[in-house]
C-alpha cells in the first residue's frame, strides 16, 4: 500500500525567505507523485507533478520539487516566499496505472510573515 | 478553463438526516471521485466512478453512503443518516481518460450537529 509522510503540519516562513516543505512516500512501485496547494476557502490545486522523465518538475507560482527514489522523497521548494503563497500543501502519491486512488500526506500549512 | 462545480458550500444538518452533496465534473471527465478532510487531518480516498458503477471504495465508504450519477451530469454523495463524526469537507474530483491528473472542485463542508 502506498503512503506519503509530511513532516511538519506548520511551516512558517519570512516573505523572501526559501520555503522547504517535505514529503517522503512510501511505495512498492515507482509512483507518481503530486503537490496540491489549498487556498483558504477553494478547492486543492494542482501545483506540480512527476510522473517520468526529468527528476526536476516546475510548477505553477515558482514553486518546484524534486523526486529522489534513493531518499523516497518529494521535497517542494521555492526560492523566495510572497505573502501570497500562505496555504495548506499538500504531498500525494498514486501509481502508474492512473486506476488507484490518490493517497495524500496530512498537509503542510505554509504561514509568511512579512 | 473547466472547473469542478460543488453544491452546497456549506451544509449544517442534524445527526441522523439524510444529506446529498452535488457534484458536476468536467464534461468530458469519464472518472469521478469523492474525498473527505475531517478538520485538521488529511484528506482520505473515499470513492470511485467510472462508466456508471463504483470501481473502488475505501473503508469510509460504507452502508451509510451512496453515490450516483442520475443524469449524465451530475454525481451525487449521500449520506443516508448522518452521524457527528461525518463533519468534513467533501472534496469532488474528475479525471479524463489517460490522464494521471484529478481536477478538484472547491469542496462541500458539512456540519452534523
Known amino acids: 500500500a502506498q503512503s506519503v509522510t509530511q513532516l511538519g503540519s506548520h511551516v512558517s516562513v519570512s516573505e523572501g525567505a526559501l520555503v522547504l516543505l517535505r514529503c517522503n512516500y512510501s511505495?512498492?512501485?515507482?509512483?507518481?507523485l503530486f503537490w496540491y496547494v489549498q487556498y483558504p476557502n477553494q478547492g486543492l490545486q494542482l501545483l506540480l507533478k512527476?510522473?517520468?522523465?526529468?527528476?526536476l518538475v516546475k510548477g505553477i507560482n515558482g514553486f518546484e520539487a524534486e523526486f529522489k527514489k534513493s531518499e523516497t522523497s518529494f521535497h517542494l521548494t521555492k526560492p523566495s516566499a510572497h505573502m501570497s503563497d500562505a496555504a495548506e500543501y499538500f504531498c500525494?502519491?498514486?501509481?502508474?496505472?492512473?486506476?488507484?486512488?490518490?493517497?495524500f500526506g496530512k498537509g503542510t500549512r505554509l504561514s509568511v510573515i512579512a | 478553463e473547466p472547473e469542478v462545480t460543488q453544491t452546497p458550500s456549506h451544509q449544517v444538518t442534524q445527526m441522523g438526516q439524510e444529506v446529498i452533496l452535488r457534484c458536476v465534473p468536467i464534461?468530458?471527465?469519464?472518472?469521478f471521485y469523492w474525498y473527505r478532510q475531517i478538520l485538521g487531518q488529511k484528506v482520505e480516498f473515499l470513492v470511485s466512478?467510472?462508466?456508471?458503477?463504483?470501481?473502488?471504495k475505501s473503508e469510509i465508504f460504507d452502508d451509510q453512503f451512496s453515490v450516483e450519477r442520475p443524469d449524465g451530469s451530475n454525481f451525487t454523495l449521500k449520506i443516508r443518516s448522518t452521524k457527528l463524526e461525518d463533519s468534513a469537507m467533501y472534496f469532488c474530483?474528475?479525471?479524463?481518460?489517460?490522464?494521471?491528473?484529478?481536477?478538484f472542485g472547491a469542496g462541500s463542508r458539512l456540519t452534523v450537529l
Open positions: 500525494a502519491v498514486s501509481d502508474r496505472s492512473g486506476n488507484t486512488p490518490l493517497v
Open positions: 466512478f467510472y462508466n456508471n458503477e463504483i470501481s473502488e
Open positions: 464534461s468530458n471527465h469519464l472518472y
Open positions: 474530483a474528475s479525471k479524463g481518460t489517460g490522464a494521471n491528473v484529478l481536477t
Open positions: 511505495s512498492s512501485v515507482p509512483p507518481y
Open positions: 512527476y510522473t517520468t522523465g526529468a527528476t
